[in-house]
């Protein structure tokens, strides 16, 4: 199948599809906000998507779309201090939150029949990896794209003495990431076809910042402890993050079924750029053949 073929099969409207929302309340007065797609009939198995930094849920309305159209039901969050969830922008007192939190979400709203598999990416990436190898869950398969383990380019150095006098006195304190969107994909139309582009934020905390620095290095270290069967995606032209962090952690994962895929040219976001249909492609093969045969 050509790229274009599947470009017309799968390239799917930005749009969440419908189904149901909520808010699911947490310690510290938090409440995350949470969506559920679910496909006509019964479900043969569930998703939960975890995002990026920076971004929401709703970007991931045609990748929500195209497992729906397969039979699956799709579970995502807005990280707490992103999208719709509330929080401070670009700040957690706690980076132990995020994952207790993903692990709330997989709580209130996976339904035990069905096969569970996680797709993450980017920061949600590095949550996800730090909740599976940090909580037993039952779980047939973990798509984790892009993760945030280290970043692809060193920091300028003011902003990193700045982030680390701040660290000592005003943890709290934001920078700018600087971030453009053309270090996410090459394809412009598409990045701005998204709803809500206004809850995108690229403001960071110091505190923040070297919490999430400390747990993708954590990761990386206690990759052998993570024992489910892994799709590890990176585009390696991607400027944000590390893909030879994921090639580090690919060598050393404890996953006896594993695969490392690497897309030539893409960029950060892999199910965003030019074979976005082709990624979503390869996911979905990757779920189908870990899930019972259809019945007829």
Same mark, same amino acid.
């Not at 390239?11 to 797609?37: H, I, K, N, Q």
């Given at each position: 199948?050509?790229?274009? =073929? ?6 799917? &409207? ?5 189904? %149901? ?5 947490? %310690? ?5 906000? *949470? ?6 009939? =019964? ?6 998507? *975890? ?5 929401? &849920? ?11 159209? $397969? ?10 201090? +992103?999208? $719709? &969830? ?11 939150? @995020?994952?207790?939190? /993903?692990?709330?979400?997989?709580? +209130?709203?996976h339904a035990a029949e069905h096969p569970l598999f996680f797709f ?6 590095? #949550?996800?990896?730090?909740? /599976? ?9 973990? #798509? #984790?794209?892009?993760?945030?383990? $280290?970043?692809?380019? !060193?920091?300028? $150095?003011?902003?990193?003495? /700045? ?38 934020? +690229?403001?960071?905390?110091?505190r923040m910042y070297f919490a999430v620095r400390a747990a993708g290095?954590?990761? /990386? ?16 032209? !991607?400027?944000?993050? &590390? ?19 690497? @897309?030539?040219?893409?960029?950060? %976001? *892999? ?26």
């Open positions: 199948m050509t790229i274009k =073929n599947l470009l017309s099969a799968q390239d799917f &409207s930005p749009a969440w599809p419908a189904g %149901e929302e909520s808010f699911l309340e947490r %310690e510290g007065e938090v409440r995350l906000f *949470t969506r559920v797609a679910s496909p006509v009939g =019964n479900a043969r198995a569930t998703v939960l998507l *975890t995002h990026g930094f920076g971004e929401h &849920s709703n970007r991931y309305g045609h990748v929500a779309t195209a497992f729906v159209a $397969r039979g699956w039901r799709v579970i995502a969050w807005d990280l707490r201090g +992103h999208g $719709r &969830s509330s929080g401070p922008r670009g700040d957690v007192r706690d980076y132990r939150c @995020f994952v207790e939190d /993903l692990g709330a979400v997989w709580a +209130h709203h993450a990416h980017s920061l949600g990436g590095q #949550i996800a990896l730090r909740f /599976l190898q940090t909580t037993p869950v039952a779980c047939e398969g973990a #798509i #984790i794209a892009s993760p945030w383990l $280290r970043l692809a380019f !060193d920091p300028p $150095r003011w902003k990193l003495v /700045l982030a680390r006098l701040a660290l000592r006195c005003w943890p709290t304190f934001i920078q700018s990431t600087g971030h453009h969107w053309e270090r996410l994909s090459r394809d412009s139309t598409h990045m701005s076809s998204f709803p809500d582009l206004h809850l995108v934020h +690229h403001d960071i905390s110091a290095e954590a990761a /990386l270290a206690a990759a052998p402890a993570l024992r489910v069967p892994l799709l590890l995606l990176h585009g390696d032209a !991607d400027p944000v993050t &590390s893909h030879h962090s994921t090639c580090e952690f690919f060598e050393h994962a404890g996953s006896a079924d594993k695969t490392l895929r690497i @897309f030539p040219g893409a960029r950060h %976001e *892999t199910h965003n750029d030019l074979d976005r249909a082709l990624v979503l492609h390869e996911i979905a093969d990757w779920i189908e053949a870990r899930l019972p045969p259809k019945v007829s």
